[in-house]
């Protein structure tokens, strides 16, 4: 069943147009601020806008904030106190991810219903047991929840239900019966799947069991197509082409970009560095001279490997917190003793050292929003503040642990001080990669004997 755009109940309910009357203006500061309820400052706008369901005048009130994982978005609710007519919607702000994003949920428990969900314009959702889907563009962006897609799903279905039983009863009943069949997931009488692919990469679904790995949610991140591409605005680059190779090891290169926080220009060094009994790598740094936001990002310079590499670090002294480590973008990261484990592409490529990446997974997990404040359920926080004082514990040397990476594509590295001996407290395996993570790396479509004679008949 294909859900068409009358599927979405918040389509634009108010033409917004500057007016005299401004009931209130944000506080000053930064124009996205970060999300928080004990922010007085940050206040919506609230702009007299045409309501279009009585023609009358109701109030528009706009919140532009900024959420980690989504950077900023707009927060819009209409309302119009002659009619009653609302209705809300969010749109992404920032920039579009590097890579697409889709999120495979299974549904077993009344819980599930109730995850906080970010849904942006670009994202399709299905749900494959009822062949249903929402296509991109159909619906507005919006801040919701697992119950809240299926019920706006079901609106928007309702809809047009009366023209539609005046002038084509069969599928009207059809329909009647659909809306019955989504009622009733509901209910959750048994497990069902919901995926929402992104393209953009700014959607969301919470993880209520953070820090923890989610065994229901299955998050994968994936280059787009031209297809894709194309629908998002954005145009492939053509590389350029050179006369000749040049040397440059020894070189640090400068280019021209825009800061990522305050999108003012900018300028990022690029320099590649061999790393000893490793390989070579890709180290680019901007530093943003407006706002002082910096950033770093690590890219391998050589080939993909033949095989995975999984190194298992037993951490027994403060001293290994010095250790040298390149995470690729292609590699997780477990902490059995904590139960925790960081999945492929989060915090994309980093050169640190082991105590900076410990310090960044702990940034990450206790600052999500979605796990604090209003949005935190009871006993969230002592999980996170527990998980916290181990972690200092680890960093701190009190606290023995096993730091694993896996890497499929095999490029990533952690210091062995031992070198050329092998490290007593690490283990480096080889494994040969599954059919699953030659997918999600891309591999398995790609032609690398005979493509000539395919590319010559197609000329």
Same mark, same amino acid.
């Given at each position: 069943?294909?859900?068409?755009?009358?599927?979405?109940?918040?389509?634009?309910?108010?033409?917004?147009?500057?007016?005299?009357?401004?009931?209130?203006?944000?506080?000053?500061?930064?124009?996205?601020?970060?999300?928080?309820?004990?922010?007085?400052?940050?206040?919506?706008?609230?702009?007299?806008?045409?309501?279009?369901?009585?023609?009358?005048?109701?109030?528009?009130?706009?919140?532009?904030?900024?959420?980690?994982?989504?950077?900023?978005?707009?927060?819009?609710?209409?309302?119009?106190?002659?009619?009653?007519?609302?209705?809300?919607?969010?749109?992404?702000?920032?920039?579009?991810?590097?890579?697409?994003?889709?999120?495979?949920?299974?549904?077993?428990?009344?819980?599930?219903?109730?995850?906080?969900?970010?849904?942006?314009?670009?994202?399709?959702?299905?749900?494959?047991?009822?062949?249903?889907?929402?296509?991109?563009?159909?619906?507005?962006?919006?801040?919701?929840?697992?119950?809240?897609?299926?019920?706006?799903?079901?609106?928007?279905?309702?809809?047009?239900?009366?023209?539609?039983?005046?002038?084509?009863?069969?599928?009207?009943?059809?329909?009647?019966?659909?809306?019955?069949?989504?009622?009733?997931?509901?209910?959750?009488?048994?497990?069902?799947?919901?995926?929402?692919?992104?393209?953009?990469?700014?959607?969301?679904?919470?993880?209520?069991?953070?820090?923890?790995?989610?065994?229901?949610?299955?998050?994968?991140?994936?280059?787009?197509?031209?297809?894709?591409?194309?629908?998002?605005?954005?145009?492939?680059? !053509?590389?350029?082409? &050179?006369?000749?190779?040049?040397?440059?090891? @020894?070189?640090?290169? /400068? $280019?021209?970009?825009?800061? *990522?926080?305050?999108?003012?220009?900018?300028?990022?060094?690029?320099?590649?560095?061999?790393?000893?009994?490793?390989?070579?790598?890709?180290?680019?740094?901007?530093?943003?001279?407006?706002?002082?936001?910096?950033?770093?990002?690590?890219?391998?310079?050589?080939?993909?490997?033949?095989?995975?590499?999984?190194?298992?670090?037993?951490?027994?002294?403060?001293?290994?917190?010095?250790?040298?480590?390149?995470?690729?973008?292609?590699?997780?990261?477990?902490?059995?003793?904590?139960?925790?484990?960081?999945?492929?592409?989060?915090?994309?490529?980093?050169?640190?050292?082991?105590?900076?990446?410990?310090?960044?997974?702990?940034?990450?997990?206790?600052?999500?929003?979605?796990?604090?404040?209003?949005?935190?359920?009871?006993?969230?926080?002592?999980?996170?503040? !527990?998980?916290?004082? &181990?972690?200092?514990?680890?960093?701190?040397? @009190?606290?023995?642990? /096993? $730091?694993?990476?896996?890497? *499929?594509?095999?490029?990533?590295?952690?210091?062995?001080?031992?070198?050329?001996?092998?490290?007593?407290?690490?283990?480096?395996?080889?494994?040969?990669?599954?059919?699953?993570?030659?997918?999600?790396?891309?591999?398995?479509?790609?032609?690398?004997?005979?493509?000539?004679?395919?590319?010559?008949?197609?000329?």
């Amino acid at each position: 069943m294909l859900a068409s755009g009358a599927v979405d109940p918040g389509l634009p309910a108010a033409a917004a147009a500057p007016s005299p009357v401004q009931a209130r203006q944000p506080g000053t500061g930064h124009l996205f601020r970060p999300i928080s309820a004990d922010d007085e400052e940050q206040q919506p706008t609230e702009i007299e806008s045409l309501c279009m369901n009585c023609y009358r005048n109701g109030m528009t009130r706009l919140l532009l904030t900024e959420i980690p994982f989504f950077r900023e978005i707009i927060v819009s609710s209409f309302s119009c106190e002659h009619c009653g007519w609302n209705n809300t919607e969010i749109q992404s702000a920032g920039r579009i991810q590097d890579q697409g994003v889709r999120y495979t949920l299974t549904v077993r428990a009344q819980e599930d219903m109730n995850r906080e969900v970010v849904k942006t314009d670009f994202a399709t959702t299905r749900i494959p047991e009822l062949d249903f889907e929402i296509p991109a563009f159909s619906q507005k962006g919006a801040l919701t929840t697992v119950e809240g897609l299926i019920s706006r799903a079901v609106s928007g279905l309702k809809l047009d239900q009366p023209s539609r039983r005046a002038n084509e009863e069969a599928m009207a009943e059809r329909i009647d019966e659909f809306i019955v069949k989504l009622k009733e997931l509901k209910q959750v009488a048994s497990p069902f799947t919901l995926i929402i692919d992104d393209p953009s990469g700014n959607s969301f679904v919470e993880n209520p069991h953070a820090p923890r790995k989610d065994d229901a949610l299955v998050i994968t991140h994936y280059n787009r197509t031209v297809q894709q591409e194309e629908m998002l605005g954005l145009q492939a680059e !053509e590389p350029e082409e &050179k006369p000749e190779e040049e040397d440059l090891r @020894n070189e640090v290169l /400068h $280019f021209n970009t825009n800061c *990522p926080e305050c999108n003012a220009p900018a300028q990022t060094n690029m320099k590649l560095v061999q790393i000893p009994h490793f390989k070579e790598v890709i180290i680019m740094a901007t530093n943003c001279e407006n706002c002082g936001h910096r950033t770093n990002e690590v890219k391998s310079g050589g080939a993909v490997e033949p095989l995975g590499t999984r190194i298992t670090f037993y951490i027994t002294d403060p001293s290994d917190m010095t250790r040298d480590l390149l995470k690729s973008e292609t590699c997780s990261m477990e902490i059995p003793e904590l139960e925790f484990e960081l999945g492929m592409a989060v915090l994309g490529g980093k050169f640190t050292t082991l105590e900076g990446i410990l310090k960044d997974i702990q940034e990450l997990v206790t600052k999500n929003p979605f796990t604090l404040g209003d949005s935190s359920s009871p006993g969230q926080t002592e999980k996170l503040q !527990e998980f916290s004082q &181990k972690l200092n514990q680890i960093i701190e040397g @009190n606290m023995k642990a /096993h $730091f694993v990476m896996d890497d *499929p594509a095999g490029n990533s590295y952690l210091q062995n001080v031992y070198a050329p001996e092998d490290d007593p407290e690490m283990k480096v395996e080889h494994y040969k990669r599954t059919f699953d993570q030659n997918e999600e790396l891309g591999f398995n479509d790609m032609k690398t004997e005979g493509y000539e004679t395919g590319l010559a008949s197609q000329q």
